[in-house]
């Protein structure tokens, strides 16, 4: 089945098996591989895009539910050759050690700014609670996306 | 908070030892430039999937592959039988003992490998590996080391010739004798009887593979999920016959650790098996359930601690008698000369002449595995019976937890100390940290909080832990694995413009290397870290190392690197003294640069040296600037720490939420403390899942629950504790940097704090064990066990 | 993991979904947020042959407040509902439960009805749709429009009075004036199926006489629990700490929840009892303050 997908600004068209998972979609077909693998039941989140600006776990849809829609996966976080202050701000607050759940993380985070601009910690902690991470206890993770919320609203950068 | 404050030798622009440098690997994972295994796709590359067992214990009569090689897309389906032509049917394992690659006999655990599929398409494989049929003929499963252990048990291990019973080994250490004599004068005995429950390190990443065997030349670049390159290139050598220097390990950008990715699994020698026999690439990547299931497991060790008391509470013995449930094969990955790894550091952070540990392991039909989950060799599993036992020997004799540990403490005075078991700590100071802990959660108020709660029928606990570890493997006349010494290397070139790359034998799944260890370059050389360059995970392109786990990259890498540094300055000086026409022996060193004694102006700095390297360098010398260090630890080092966990519990519901978590950590001197705090933060995080809600475990049939991420918990960021930090400094004597390591100090101090908190708040009704994980229906059935009954806490 | 094969379809309006229902019902799966239906297929423990998509019906994402119920269109996320300002405004039960229902990703893409019409005696909305005396809306070509009190609706463990020609629209919550509800959750973590569940819904008589009451279990019988016994007892008398510990031992008593991984029966059968009381008394409160 042919699709029509845009990621990250650029469309894309693309003949699909319909049993295709969407994050195959990106990783294998588009080439993006931000966009992780890690587990078989919807549990990790570490496969997570925004669609439409909404973040979805691209392991629990398929490839042909995403036509017509547009994606962004953690390639498409900077601006302008510039990072997001979510992606500066992960590096500045230590939120990432592995950096396998880290896409995902930022853009959940990303998308919780856009919604709510000043996150309280409780929060935080509440709307990344989809994604799992095994190395950093979540503690510099909650402080990244606080920081990314406060540099956002300030218009600074994080460094 | 800290106690002490450490001003870093260095600039900020040199960024030596004890700057929070933001790591610079981050640039690329914060971009989606991370490139893990899954990430890369060689041409022509086919994929991989595996045929596993459904059940735990059975022959197998006979496996039909032809529907599955009819379908369309597939390549080859691979057996035990195709193996077994090839001499690859079975494989070593870390722990000298042997492991089915593919089953041909019998399968001994739910998971295990019995088929491959090798297609043009991963969904192709997956479906064509639902068509290969596999006969068995069940066999009575052994789920439990105590059924292992029954006379009349069906034994497992049938390959092995003259095998009678179910025994994968037996170990002692300390003097029985002595500790006889120590119970025999005891005026009290405490026991506990605890199991510490089957756990799983799966790091986010599952383990993969893509072997690529090129049929012309027979070059093997082996792409892995390894936390060890190096060694897994010997072990290839060893297995497959290969000729070693036509095998590459490349290790790229690994998803987290803990220890599952220590162990060479049959899904990489499948792989590159395949790849030999078919000559293109061959890729695996491990579903979550396999790696779950089938990979590296941790812990499930039965264990029973007796200390015996004086009248004053001073610990005069320990007495461990523990079984261990090693699953179908004994694969733990750890030093040959200890098979239970370290677990003789039970004795703990306490000072008493006499310990004897018995220890037995079983072979069940459960997945093999015994890894060090982010741990060094079995030392979680002894920090947790030392730390459970003081606490309850404190209850029984009536004295505050905290201060039973004080009157027991090994003393600052007293090292380095020489346990009954035979380590030399090298360095401690466990009452300041411990007071440190107490001080920060306001320990005093607390107690006294308690016991009004407790008029109110309110419940809360507070924990303590005070853990020693031994880490860093090791020093070579003790420590090494399949007969490789445990020594670890570092390469150091810098080349003529100043800037320089620093290659090494260990890899990095997380813990910041391509940040940290270029400090301790910056340290040593005053040449900013930011112009060094890390590599590491590729064999042809670094020197021969052991690789990451056990904490030993600091330790052993992190030395080599400082004394290779060392070694480079040394002829730095000899260039110095050249460029400046001065003697070596008048020459002074400040970070970065040579300066003639007495007149500073006559200098010059480590670039305008290393330039001389290649351009201007003394008659007689050798040019260049680079050297190497295989550095062979003359001791382990011990970090250690106090963790202070405080918990509210509901009687009603035996739900329990952590109040406060201090974590006092004590780790010789930090290299990068913004990393080694992160370090501390996972280590809580995986001890709290543990003693809460991660565990695997087994049905009377051998099924396993706990087989994916609904079964097997891992905590969110709504569960997981917030967490308070606290520093101690004392350096390691025999470090170059002072340093000790401290991937792993958290997880394996904490789980006792989280429990020993839950006791705790219910030790006034008697209770003084609950197996982990403290789940919510454990807790409140352990309450109405104990209601009414009249407790002595 | 990865599904078996299956053919796709995508209907573009409703005609043209229960066209295809009538035609292919017994051999489609109606496929919606996905969140259980698509885990099971890649674990393969469930294989349909053939998808319909209904995620691209128009006029199906509807939460509003009309002719004395609250609707709930088919295509409603779990997200929907906590930034519903309608659900805020006229229902406590649905407010309180929606945060917890699984995580918060998959509550951007699962659904309501969806949830329903799967009927996994572990999931939360039917329990809570029990509570409050919902009413399920199923469509069919020849069968036109059927409206299914939810207790004939879900009839036993995953199966529901919905026939394969039917495709549920919506789910219809009475309105209520003086009223409050809650959903308590006992779960391991986030994202973990409910250890046990209870939803209680209370209405109030001026004189603060309850004159409607809905308790339903989650987790702890074959199907989710509606406790009739415990309602009846209720209705025509007063909030009291001693009364809802009656209805709390009536509960306990009714459900019976199996041994496993997640708790004895006897501890689960505690929890009901636990949390029965507790979540009755916070319904009570919030029905005298509204």
């Keep these: 089945m042919e699709i029509n997908v845009t990621v990250n600004g650029t469309p894309h068209t693309a003949d699909v098996e319909p049993r295709m998972l969407l994050v195959d979609f990106i990783r294998s077909t588009i080439g993006l591989t931000g966009t992780h693998i890690g587990c078989d039941t919807t549990s990790c989140g570490v496969c997570t895009v925004l669609v439409d600006g909404t973040p979805m776990k691209t392991c629990t849809m398929f490839a042909v539910q995403a036509d017509g829609r547009s994606l962004t996966t953690v390639e498409g976080l900077k601006r302008n050759g510039e990072l997001h202050p979510i992606q500066a701000a992960f590096k500045e607050a230590h939120g990432l050690q592995c950096g396998f759940c880290t896409p995902a993380m930022m853009l959940v985070g990303s998308a919780l700014i856009e919604e709510n601009p000043d996150p309280s910690e409780e929060e935080v902690r509440w709307a990344i609670s989809g994604n799992l991470c095994r190395c950093t206890g979540y503690m510099n993770i909650v402080k990244a996306i606080q920081l990314a919320a406060q540099n956002s609203t300030t218009g600074g950068t994080a460094e | ?793 | 993991m990865y599904p078996r094969a299956f053919d796709y379809l995508v209907p573009r309006t409703r005609e043209e979904a229960l066209e295809v229902l009538a035609e292919r019902g017994s051999e489609v799966k109606v496929l919606a947020g996905g969140q259980s239906l698509i885990p099971m297929m890649k674990l393969r423990f469930a294989s349909p042959t053939t998808l319909v998509d209904i995620n691209r019906l128009p006029g199906l994402d509807a939460i509003d407040a009309v002719n004395g119920h609250v609707r709930i269109q088919a295509l409603v996320r779990h997200n929907d509902i906590i930034r519903s300002d309608v659900v805020r405004a006229e229902n406590h039960l649905m407010t309180s439960t929606a945060p917890w229902v699984a995580d918060p990703l998959v509550r951007n893409r699962g659904t309501v009805c969806g949830s329903v019409a799967h009927h996994d005696p572990e999931g939360d909305w039917a329990s809570v749709m029990l509570a409050l005396g919902a009413e399920v809306v199923a469509e069919s070509r020849d069968g036109g429009t059927r409206v299914i009190p939810i207790e004939d609706f879900l009839v036993d463990m995953f199966t529901t009075a919905l026939e394969p020609t039917e495709l549920l629209t919506e789910i219809r919550v009475p309105r209520y004036e003086r009223g409050g509800g809650n959903y308590q959750k006992l779960e391991r973590k986030v994202g973990d199926y409910a250890t046990v569940g209870v939803a209680t819904h209370l209405e109030l008589d001026e004189a603060g006489v309850i004159t409607k009451a809905g308790i339903a279990l989650t987790s702890v019988y074959v199907r989710n629990l509606k406790v009739t016994e415990a309602e009846a007892l209720l209705v025509g008398r007063a909030p009291s700490a001693e009364l809802f510990g009656e209805a709390a031992a009536i509960a306990a008593a009714a459900c019976d929840p199996t041994s496993d991984i997640r708790g004895s029966a006897e501890y689960k059968r505690n929890i009901v009892r636990v949390f029965t009381e507790r979540s009755l008394a916070e319904s009570a409160s919030i029905a005298q303050g509204s």
């Design chain 2, 1 to 793: 908070m800290t106690t002490t404050e450490h001003a870093p030798k260095t600039s900020p622009e040199v960024c030596g030892v004890g700057h929070s440098r933001r790591r610079v690997e981050d640039d690329r994972f914060i971009q989606g430039g991370g490139n893990y295994l899954d990430d890369i796709e060689l041409s022509g590359m086919l994929h991989m999937a595996i045929v596993r067992s459904p059940l735990a214990h059975a022959e197998i009569l006979s496996i039909d592959t032809s529907q599955a090689e009819a379908v369309d897309g597939v390549v080859a389906v691979v057996t035990g039988d195709l193996l077994a032509q090839y001499d690859l049917a079975w494989m070593p394992t870390l722990s000298g003992d042997t492991q089915a690659v593919l089953a041909t006999d019998k399968v001994r655990f739910q998971g295990q490998e019995v088929a491959a599929v090798i297609a043009t398409d991963p969904y192709v494989a997956r479906d064509a590996a639902e068509l290969v049929f596999v006969d068995y003929e069940p066999l009575p499963p052994i789920v439990n080391p105590q059924q292992g252990l029954a006379p009349d048990a069906p034994i497992i291990r049938t390959d092995k010739e003259g095998k009678t019973d179910n025994i994968a080994y037996t170990w002692e250490s300390g003097d029985a004798q002595a500790t006889e004599a120590a119970f025999a004068r005891a005026a009290r005995v405490v026991t506990l009887e605890t199991h510490y429950p089957r756990s799983h390190p799966s790091p986010l990443e599952t383990c993969g593979v893509i072997a690529d065997v090129d049929p012309i030349t027979s070059q093997a670049t082996i792409y892995m999920t390894s936390q060890a390159p190096h060694a897994h290139r010997t072990v290839f050598a060893l297995v497959a016959g290969l000729p070693e220097q036509n095998i590459r390990i490349i290790s790229p950008d690994i998803g987290g650790g803990f220890g599952n990715k220590v162990p060479v699994y049959p899904g990489y020698v499948i792989a590159t098996a395949a790849s030999l026999v078919i000559g293109k690439p061959v890729k695996w990547i491990e579903t979550r359930t396999g790696n779950l299931s089938s990979t590296g497991f941790a812990r499930d060790y039965h264990m029973k601690g007796e200390l015996a008391l004086d009248a004053d509470g001073r610990i005069l013995g320990l007495r461990v008698d523990m079984t261990s449930d090693q699953g179908a094969f004994y694969a733990d990955a750890q030093p040959t000369k200890f098979r239970a790894g370290l677990f003789h550091i039970v004795t703990g952070s306490y000072d008493y002449p006499a310990a004897h540990v018995s220890a037995t392991g079983v072979y069940t039909n459960k997945a093999p595995g015994g890894v060090s989950y982010r741990c060094s060799f079995r030392v979680t599993e002894a920090s947790y019976l030392i730390e459970r036992l003081v606490q309850n020997a404190a209850y029984e004799i009536g004295m505050d937890p905290a201060e039973f540990r004080m009157l027991n403490f090994i003393r600052p005075d007293q090292f380095p100390y020489r346990s009954p078991t035979g380590f030399v700590y090298d360095s401690g100071d466990y009452e300041t940290a411990l007071r440190l802990a107490m001080d920060m959660v306001g320990y005093e108020d607390l107690r006294r909080e308690q016991e009004e709660a407790r008029r109110e029928g309110r419940l809360m606990g507070i924990g303590i832990a005070s853990f020693t570890e031994v880490v860093g493997a090791g020093p070579s006349k003790d420590y090494d694995i399949l007969g490789l010494k445990m020594f670890d290397s570092a390469e150091l070139r810098i080349h003529p413009t100043g800037k320089g790359i620093l290659k090494l034998g260990v890899k990095t799944q997380g813990q910041g290397h391509e940040t940290t260890f270029a400090q301790i370059v910056a340290e040593e050389l005053g040449i900013p870290a930011a112009d060094i360059k890390v590599v590491e995970g590729d064999t042809d392109n670094t020197p021969y190392g052991l690789g990451t786990y056990g904490s030993r990259s600091t330790p052993t890498a992190g030395a080599a690197t400082s004394v290779v540094s060392r070694k480079l300055r040394e002829k730095a000086r000899k260039i110095a003294a050249h460029l400046l026409e001065a003697s070596e022996e008048d020459l002074e060193w400040e970070v970065g640069k040579f300066f003639v004694r007495g007149s500073p102006e006559s200098s010059v700095t480590i670039q305008d040296c290393v330039f001389a390297a290649y351009t201007n360098f003394p008659e007689g010398m050798e040019g260049g600037f680079e050297d190497v260090d295989y550095y062979d630890p003359p001791n382990m080092t011990f970090p250690f720490g106090s963790y202070i966990v405080v918990v509210d519990l509901d009687p009603d519901t035996g739900v329990w939420k952590v109040r406060r978590m201090i974590a006092v950590d004590d780790c010789g001197v930090r290299i990068n403390p913004m990393i080694v705090e992160g370090q501390i933060h996972g280590g809580l995080t995986e001890g709290f899942a543990m003693s809460s809600m991660q565990w695997i475990t087994y049905d009377e049939d051998g099924n396993c629950i706990g087989s994916n991420f609904m079964d097997y918990l891992i905590p969110t960021a709504w569960e997981t504790p917030r967490f308070e930090l606290g520093e101690t400094v004392t350096p390691s004597p025999h470090h170059p940097i002072g340093a000790k390591g401290v991937g792993e100090s958290a997880t394996v101090g904490s789980p006792a704090a989280y429990v020993n908190a839950v006791i705790d708040a219910l030790a006034h009704l008697g209770v003084r064990n609950i197996d982990m994980p403290l789940l919510p229906d454990r807790v409140w059935e352990t309450i109405r066990s104990h209601s009414g009954a009249e407790g002595e806490g």
